[in-house]
């Protein structure tokens, strides 16, 4: 009896102790594996997160890479709260478990270089990146050098129910080239002639007023990284502009994300202006098929600005923990920087437009989409995104993104434009600071 | 002789059985609080970091974010906690009436909403009041309202349906604690007091909440330890931003913000989860001086 219980206590302290150091050993060994040499068998991890979207556009790449060097397997992983798992083992200082390419939002590349400047490998002289949009570059640009191949395009467009217009008595030409003040008229008499909201967005969400600044060419921060809001016209002309499509009924606000595509789905909105990979949410409304059409974005009247914008979009960042980060800079080269094959597949099925220009001319973006009622939209689009004005998003893009969030919807609430940006100013400085 | 031996044969036993879960406790707890508060005096951005003094809660004082998210924390603790209470407190007294029939059904539905996961709960609740959700249907049905209300937008509503899904969510669970409790009071007491010719309202005030003390203590005690550090529902709700405008903001989601969506500063969030623990602390030295008499 006295035996068997000192043995039970003694087990339970050496289990615990056990436990912790052998959590902590493995970890300790991982990064001691040897750097491969060409034609052994090299595993490269990615983390992205969409499967019918940049998991599936790696995993075709990865197929086109494996003919050139088929010792490559490339594990593609869909991976939920990405930024938040990189912001933890990078603060950790624990990379042993990060992937080797990591798919980036575009408006928080600069930040995560910023803030981890180690843990990201520079791509010049690896990657040609010299065949992207500019616009999509410089968001992964940091102190001079490239930290992301750029994805897929963010340019916004104007999706539009043809039905619903002309319905109303418009046609779908009517909303391309136009200001918001045309768009929100336009959309008044929608609503009047059809019952149907004009357009639909996330409620509290600041996409409208951040697609807006970049067809300004403006955004919350000047090139040194000052807070431009109080006494930027973009920014003010922005949120009258929000305010105006509120109030005037034009711009319905859904709960959520899932409600906000549930809008476009099932026809309680006529338009939606939204990055082009929006492309992905509508088509699966089959019912739908014929009835959409794409114009391009509405401008400022007030403001110098142009009818083209981007919202959204990711870029692809290599680790500096990746065991072979040659090989990984080699198979972004080879395929998102080089292959024309590969945006030939994924457009198609995924509706991934990229940014790599000579991807453009491939026969493949000229096809007319049956969805839209047989228009070329690829071919609009891929001309939109070369208008995109470009603008820095800097390190505390998140940050001013909530703070204006919060300053427009003071504003709905009745507070004046003046003091709220006044305000938002202020907060984000102190934010900010150091 | 042999009785000493054997006091401290069990001593050395019990402390070696206790040694295993105490040793855990403090390499999983203790040191990460320990740590935590030696960033909560460091500042800068990502790794960085560099020591700062009490700079960090100073700079917390000022901040305008947290003061807001602070100022809604209370306001659901001050509304949201009483009303949660006596609720639980109404629904245990007649959970045990002797006379209920079913105890074992209304109990249990009672209880239920526990078992859903906090995630799921907001979530439904969250369509319940969407533009287009039942709430909304219903108002239009009944011709109260002429067009939808949209509730998660407008600051009070916003608030308001936070603290529905709370109280919904955790009723039951300090309904069953009072439940409990009654357990522990003698039915002569009752007895006595009813020859004694005390009627049911007497009885409840002067028999069973005097009694009921250490419960009703414990239950406030974790009531206001579990909404100061509310996250899961309003994330849900209202999204990371804590919309419209800071309106529902609560402080662990500004610490979940400061360190994973924004440039990260961890030694500023780890100063605001301190602010958490601090706030914890003094309103539990209140409570239970007020409390606990004894």
Known sequence: MMKKGSFLGLALALGAVLVMTACSKQEAAAPAAATAVSDAPVTLTVWCWDPNFNVYAMNEAAKIYQREKPNVTVNVLDITDIEQKITTALSAGEMADLPDIVLNQDNSIQRFVQTYPDAYLPLNG?????????????VGVYEGKNYGVPFDNGATATFLRRDIVEQAGFQVSDFNDITWERFIELGQVVKRETGVAMVSTVAGSSDFIMLMLQSAG?????DEGKVTIKD????????????ALVDSGVLLQAADWNAYIATLNNGTTASTIQGCWIIGSITPATDQAGKWAVVNTPRFANVDSVNYSSQGGSGWMVFSSSKHPDIAMDLLNKTFAGSTELYETILPSSGAIGTWLPAADSPVYSEPHAFFGGQKIYEDLVDYASKVPRVKYGVFNYEARDVVGRAAAAVLQGASIDAALDEAQKYLEFQIAE | MGRVKLERKYAVWGWLFVAPASLMIFILSFFPMIQAFILSLQSGRGNNLRF?????????????????????VFTYLIIQVPIMLILALILATILNEQTLKLKGLFRTLVFLPCVAGLVSAATIFKSIFSIDGLVNIMLLKLHIITSPVSFLSDPVWAKAVIIIVITWRWTGYNTIFYLAGFQTIETSIYEAARIDGANAAQQFFKITMPLLRPVILLTTIMSTNGTLQIFDEVRTITGTSGGPGNATLTISQYIYNLSFLYSPQFGYAAAASYTILFMVAVLSFIQMKIGDKE
């Open chain 1, 232 to 243: 930027n016209p973009a920014v003010v002309e922005a949120i009258k502009t929000y305010k």
């Open chain 1, 218 to 222: 403006k955004w919350f921060f000047d």
């Open chain 1, 126 to 138: 690896k990657v040609d990146l010299s065949k992207f949009a500019e616009f999509k570059l410089d």
């Open chain 2, 52 to 72: 700062a003094g009490m700079r960090n809660y100073l700079r917390l004082l000022e901040d305008e974010q947290f003061r807001a998210a602070v100022c809604n």
